[in-house]
């Protein structure tokens, strides 16, 4: 998968994931969310470079769509854009904060030492978390993905929405969800209240070397 270790798959918790594995006590806990039609396996470079006291969490969608495919919602594209099932959404919304708050009693990681990030869907998912549940974790980042406006009713009030920070990476020629969504995912956070960083890359749908570099500064000095 890449230099580091990796467990094997534990299905014992909310969701199934893979840890680093690592003898040093956590102080630091990353969970990383694939998109459609990948699986945890796929963001294991994001977390390869971090310290051996971020525990980074790979999890896996609960829904499989073939052999190493799963997703946490189904998601169809139409002229209209996507449209996902709310329903499978929010079942994964409230399985991922389950899982969040069972990490962080299992290894003894408070939330204001919690990152959620995720691509494409897995954005989705991150940014469902924080902004309905921010008192599960310091910061979110958004990587190629949005914010589901279906959330609005459950989003958090300003008072609980100011102790969380959040990062947004887009592509400026993403084909699939459109920079259009960072445009929107900008003006919701601002909007919000939620201190946040928005940056924008050539290329299409994906994490550009670039993009993986800005992440990891913002989420070393949100979490120094």
């Not at 959404?89 to 290894?107: F, G, H, K, T």
């Not at 494409?120 to 599960?136: H, V």
């Not at 589901?148 to 969800?177: C, Y």
């Amino acid at each position: 998968m890449n230099t580091i270790a990796w467990s094997a798959l534990r299905t014992d918790l909310s969701l199934p994931f893979r840890t680093t594995a690592s003898s040093a006590p956590a102080r630091r806990l990353l969970v990383l969310l694939h998109g459609v039609g990948g699986n945890e396996t796929n963001l294991a470079p994001l977390g390869a470079t971090l310290a051996d006291d971020t525990r980074v969490i790979l999890a896996r969608g609960p829904l499989t769509l073939g052999p190493g495919q799963h997703a946490f919602f189904q998601v169809s594209f139409g002229p209209q854009g996507p449209r996902p099932d709310l329903a499978a959404a929010e079942r994964s919304r409230q399985q991922l904060a389950a899982l969040i708050a069972e990490l962080q009693a299992e290894y003894a990681v408070a939330p204001s030492h919690t990152v959620v990030a995720g691509f494409s869907q897995g954005g989705i998912m991150s940014a469902s978390i924080g902004l309905t549940r921010p008192e599960l974790v310091k910061g979110f980042a958004i990587l190629s993905g949005r914010i589901l406006p279906e959330i609005a009713p459950q989003v958090a009030d300003r008072a609980a929405l100011a102790a969380v920070r959040g990062f947004i990476g887009h592509g400026r020629d993403d084909t699939k969800l459109t920079v259009d969504w960072a445009h929107r995912a900008d003006a919701w956070l601002t909007e919000l209240g939620v201190e946040h960083e928005t940056h924008l890359y050539p290329g299409d749908h994906g994490i550009p070397p670039a993009m993986q570099d800005d992440f990891l500064v913002w989420l070393r000095r949100l979490l120094a």
